[in-house]
């Protein structure tokens, strides 16, 4: 959204989850007048469909004008057919896509790369984002790509896993971008010009439509050179690189998993995982562009390997192989039977297909690492599944010694884990309710704390209309590194109980590491009444694993302090950062260490947050995280033991 509104000229949408967001920023900036970087006032035009909202960009672009779209799932489906008339038109517009697992045995609206792989035969380049520097990152560089080679392109991020995670990024310089990428008058065709008459869009029958056809690879030759000049460029102007492929300790790799998307930077975490502790050598690959595919390229860097698994967020069981290890081993037959384009190859490396994540099923380290286990001992099961309870399904590993002699039982389900992140990561568990702004609570406390204290951050909820009044989660990483792993997290050093039922629903202390921190929402008002409340079971854990344990009735101050009536359950997350502040060490490692300069960095960031809101909300804002920084109190450890506190005779 942020490169869209800076270079584009207008949007054609109806808003689809999960790329709604996009939409709603780039209608915003329409809402303020705001204008590209070339003064062109912008235009949105939310249209009865998304099949009506591509058919807008086409005529925009048709017209001249520099277009764009956001849009997922069904509604990508639902464009197909103008899809293919905008390629053919040879209109250089970029859409984005929150790829999302399509509507089959059940509705889900999380991500799959279903959606476009549906249309990967429409004519269009496609690009993949790892994460949110990415997906903006390559919002660029399509664009760039697309107007040099004539051809409309898809950027594509997963869903809710990239669209909806809040990471730091750094923002294209509006300088940068307007060198980037022209003026669109300068690059763009009228063809609806009536001083330069052209003909478009005609009917072409026996005689002439195959000519047309055909004629069109003279542009699509231009497609692969113009990605990889667009990269080029960008990386002299930025330092940030992407290729067509992104390899990963690849060079010396026995053992490779190919992926698209977010579980990509998983597998380069596993990778140094594996290498680390088991001395496997185990590379990563991402494709970055799947369309044109890079065959050559793959196959260059693949050929040396013993074997390979290609993840993929989708299953297709009645095609030869999903899309990506089809392509794959497409290319492969084409280098062994001497193709003129291919280096040369005398052997094939096994390759392996599997589906994970498919509607954002949880992938962590551990189901890669069996993956790893799987393919180094040559087994003769060439697709499998991991994540779910299945016949085809690998087993987790919790250690990551998967070295080919070690024998393993793999049973088709297991408990977790394996989970990896950084050294310096403190990572934080939200349990809530859907509706009580647990959305809203992650963002903002993830906001300031990259704003105060310049941290790198990864903030992702478990988000679904239907979680709204039931239980739900959400999920925080804070590192002074970047965070790479985008799966659940299932060890945590604080947990937040928002919901009094969490309890009796779910496990909150799973995973909560010793000497942890646990913060209750609670309306009593004293140690002993909160540590009362709190289920046996659950003592006996806290005491077992020495938790310190905070309690406070955010819901209450919530109340009192929230001046519009539709934020005080909302404001509830705005009193845990306050929590959030007091009791994890942040603060004290930056040398704040008093109330006021912590509470005058946050007011700082509140500000950035609300401002365009009125002082008063700012004003609340702050006041319910004083309260929070405050009022939060601790259960004692005399509370939790039973025994009565000593007095000083």
């Not at 959204?1 to 709603?24: L, N, R």
């Not at 940030?240 to 010396?252: F, T």
């Not at 393993?408 to 977790?416: E, G, I, L, P, T």
């Not at 349990?431 to 903002?444: A, D, I, P, Q, R």
Request: proline share 4%; glycine share 8%.
């Amino acid at each position: 959204m942020w490169v869209e509104t800076h270079i584009s000229q207008g949007a054609g949408v109806y808003p689809i989850t999960s790329s709604t967001t996009m939409g709603q920023g780039y209608q915003a900036a329409v809402a303020r007048g705001d204008s590209n970087l070339w003064g062109d006032r912008l235009l949105f035009m939310e249209a009865e469909s998304e099949h009506s909202s591509a058919s807008f960009c086409e005529g925009f672009a048709v017209a001249g004008g520099r277009a764009t779209n956001f849009t997922s799932g069904q509604g990508l489906a639902l464009m197909t057919e103008v899809l293919y008339t905008i390629s053919g038109k040879r209109l250089p517009m970029v859409f984005h896509i929150g790829a999302r697992a399509l509507t089959s045995q059940s509705l889900n609206v999380h991500a799959g790369h279903d959606d476009v792989m549906g249309v990967s035969d429409t004519g269009w380049g496609i690009l993949f984002a790892m994460n949110a520097q990415g997906a903006g990152d390559l919002a660029l560089i399509a664009r760039r790509a697309a107007e040099n080679s004539s051809t409309p392109f898809l950027n594509a991020m997963d869903g809710f896993l990239t669209t909806h995670t809040l990471e730091r990024v750094l923002l294209p310089e509006p300088e940068l971008m307007r060198d980037f990428i022209c003026a669109p008058d300068e690059k763009l065709i009228n063809l609806m010009d009536p001083y330069n008459p052209v003909m478009s869009g005609v009917v072409q029958n026996q005689d002439a439509y195959m000519k047309g056809r055909i004629a069109q690879r003279t542009y699509i030759e231009k497609v692969e050179p113009a990605v990889q000049e667009a990269m080029d460029e960008f990386h002299r102007l930025t330092g940030r690189r992407y290729d067509l492929i992104q390899q990963y300790r690849v060079e010396d790799a026995e053992y490779v998993l190919v992926g698209l998307g977010s579980l990509a930077e998983t597998t380069m975490e596993t990778a140094d995982w594996l290498r680390r502790d088991s001395g496997v050598r185990v590379g990563a690959l991402h494709v970055t562009c799947f369309r044109p595919f890079p065959g050559p390229r793959l196959v260059a860097a693949l050929r040396h390997v013993s074997a390979l698994a290609v993840i993929e967020r989708m299953d297709n069981p009645l095609a030869q192989d999903n899309p990506i290890a089809g392509e794959i081993k497409a290319a492969f037959a084409d280098a062994l039977s001497g193709h003129p384009d291919y280096p040369k190859v005398t052997r094939l490396p096994a390759i392996y297909s599997c589906s994970a994540g498919l509607g954002s099923r949880d992938l962590h380290q551990g189901h890669l690492a069996a993956a790893v286990e799987h393919i180094s001992e040559g087994r003769e099961q060439r697709f499998f599944v991991l994540g779910i309870e299945h016949e085809l399904a690998l087993q987790p590993h919790e250690d990551a010694d998967i070295r080919p002699e070690r024998t393993f039982s793999m049973r088709a389900h297991s408990v977790v884990d394996g989970h990896v992140r950084p050294l310096s990561a403190f990572s934080m568990r939200g349990h809530s309710v859907g509706g009580f702004g647990s959305v809203t609570t992650n963002k903002v406390i993830a906001d300031v704390v990259s704003d105060v204290f310049g941290f790198d951050v990864q903030a992702y909820p478990l988000y679904g209309s239907e979680k709204k009044g039931l239980p739900t989660r959400f999920f925080l990483t804070v590192a002074e590194e970047h965070v790479r792993s985008h799966s659940e997290l299932h060890y945590v050093d604080f947990v937040s109980v928002n919901d009094v039922n969490a309890f009796y629903t779910a496990d909150p202390l799973a995973g909560l590491v010793e000497n942890g921190t646990l913060y209750l929402q609670s309306p009593k008002e004293t140690a002993e009444e909160v540590w009362e409340c709190i289920p046996e079971q659950a003592k006996r854990t806290i005491l077992k694993k020495k938790i310190h344990v905070f309690a406070l009735d955010a819901a209450a101050i919530s109340v009192s302090v929230a001046s519009e009536v539709d934020l005080e359950v909302r404001m509830q997350g705005v009193v845990l950062l306050g929590i959030f502040l007091r009791v994890t060490p942040f603060a004290r490692e930056k040398g704040m260490q008093s109330e006021q300069a912590v509470l005058a960095a946050v007011e700082k960031a509140l500000r950035k947050y609300f401002g365009k809101r009125g002082e008063q909300v700012v004003q609340d804002n702050l006041n319910a995280v004083r309260r929070g920084y405050e009022e939060v109190f601790e259960i004692p450890e005399h509370v939790k033991a039973g025994k009565e506190a000593l007095v000083p005779a």
